[in-house]
């Protein structure tokens, strides 16, 4: 975990600066849609993040399938139509793609605290927190960066 840890945090460094205040989880499970429009809930992950990983992790969120597998077509859309109203940065994606593991890793390491326990956490953040850290563990398992990187390929 360490070695995954150092590759992220060195991507991170590679990038040049192009940071932006995000949602940072802009997963469709937190987008209500109403008849005014949507509205994003769940802002709990929110802060800065780098503009080129933050349109990557969101092309990977909408992309995904039920069966947890992800869709080339649906991850190729999200970044035509993203294209359409904002200029794709222009990075090295192979650092986009390490630097996108340094926020699951983080996001284990809140839901690793949570499941113990720590700081007079109630049961059911525990439960939760235990839950996360199971599918965040997946979700690091299925992380390919070969085939990201080969999808960006053909985008930018």
């Known amino acids: 975990m360490q070695r995954i840890e150092r590759l992220a945090q060195k991507a991170q460094k590679q990038l040049p600066v192009d940071w932006i205040v995000s949602h940072r989880d802009l997963d469709p499970k937190n987008v209500l849609w109403t008849t005014n429009g949507p509205v994003l809930i769940d802002w709990e992950s929110a802060g800065l993040i780098h503009r080129a990983v933050d349109v ?41 793609i390490d630097s996108s593991v340094q926020g699951k890793l983080d996001w284990l390491d809140f839901n690793l605290n949570r499941s113990l326990g720590k700081s007079g956490i109630p049961e059911a953040e525990r439960v939760l927190g235990t839950e996360q850290v199971t599918q965040t563990l997946t979700e690091l398992r299925r992380h390919d960066r070969e085939k990201w990187y080969e999808w960006l390929q053909t985008i930018v």
């Open 56 to 96: 990557f992790e969101t092309a990977c969120y909408w992309s995904k399938q039920e069966n947890n597998t992800f869709d080339r077509v649906r991850f190729n859309a999200f970044l035509d139509g993203y294209a359409t109203n904002q200029r794709l940065p222009d990075v090295d994606w192979t650092h986009v």
